[in-house]
């Protein structure tokens, strides 16, 4: 969910200042899945460029009518539109002690465009710690069933999955009873689309945050509890070694 959130946090992570976290990955790698968790666990909100673009697409507004088409034919929303995107969610209040990103930068410019917007202090609502960045990979075979098996509440957002985590009741949110929904990006012939775009245009934005450190690289083939676990721990190592 990209919506502003309730900024009391569940657990003893409330301590902890989580800061900026990036979420990289191929589609249908667990982003959405992992940024949920961590967005429970730690208090801080989850922005998805993917859920902003598809409630822009729901609200029919110029943006939404012009990511549409690239959307379903599985190519990128331009640069400079996602960015301001971006930029407007980023100032909201309540990303003062971190958010996740979740789907962005996806292209180098965009990786750019944000380092030089956190640099500047122009997004960083008060705090300075740096982006840290993780990578969860999948093999291509896994993220395929992944995608076509994926189901999404259209209420809460919850995300469920036919073959690996399916609702109770077949086709029906558990928690909003809602009947759930596929995406229409998500058949196969659209994720090798999407796998493209990957490969030519996110996969040099993985190696950026490589070399900048604060990064690492996350076995995202375990259960969703144990890949939470490892993000968790990477980022916990990461934020006290940039100490
Ligand atoms: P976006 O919505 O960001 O899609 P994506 O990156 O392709 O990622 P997904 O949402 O498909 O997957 P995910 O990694 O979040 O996986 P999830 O947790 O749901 O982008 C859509 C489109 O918008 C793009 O194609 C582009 O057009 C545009 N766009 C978005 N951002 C953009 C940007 N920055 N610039 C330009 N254009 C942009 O999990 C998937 C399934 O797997 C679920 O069913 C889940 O239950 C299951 N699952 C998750 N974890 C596990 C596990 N550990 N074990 C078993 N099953 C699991």
């Known amino acids: 969910m990209s919506t502003a959130v309730d900024l009391n946090p569940v657990s003893d992570e409330a301590t902890f200042l989580p800061g900026p976290l990036l979420l990289l990955g191929a589609p249908g790698v667990g982003k959405g899945t992992q940024a949920q968790a961590l967005m429970a666990e730690f208090g801080i909100p989850q922005i998805s460029t993917g859920d902003l673009l598809r409630d822009h697409r729901a609200r029919q507004t110029k943006l939404g009518m012009l990511a549409e088409n690239l959307m379903s034919q599985g190519q990128l929303v331009p640069d400079d539109l996602v960015n301001e995107m971006v930029a407007d969610r980023l100032s909201q209040p309540d990303t003062s002690r971190g958010y996740i990103l979740d789907g962005f930068p996806r292209t180098l410019p965009q990786a ?132």
Not at 161 to 175: A, H, Q
Not at 187 to 192: D, G, L, R
Not at 225 to 243: N, P
Request: charge should be negative; glycine fraction near 6%.
């Open 112 to 243: 750019e465009w944000l380092d030089t917007q956190l640099a500047s202090g122009h997004l960083s609502k008060g705090q300075t710690l740096p982006v840290v960045a993780l990578s969860i990979k999948v093999d291509y075979e896994q993220l395929l069933r992944r995608i076509v098996g994926r189901r999404t509440c259209p209420v809460c957002k919850s995300i469920y999955n036919i073959f690996f985590n399916p609702p109770r009741v077949e086709g029906i949110c558990d928690v909003e009873g809602a009947a759930l929904v596929q995406r229409s990006d998500d058949s196969e012939e659209v994720f090798a689309e999407r796998m493209k775009a990957f490969e030519q245009q996110t996969a040099p934005v993985i190696e950026h945050y490589r070399s900048q450190g604060r990064f690492d690289e996350i076995e995202g083939d375990q259960s969703v509890e144990q890949v939470t676990a490892s993000i968790k721990s990477a980022l916990r190592r990461l934020r006290q070694e940039s100490k």
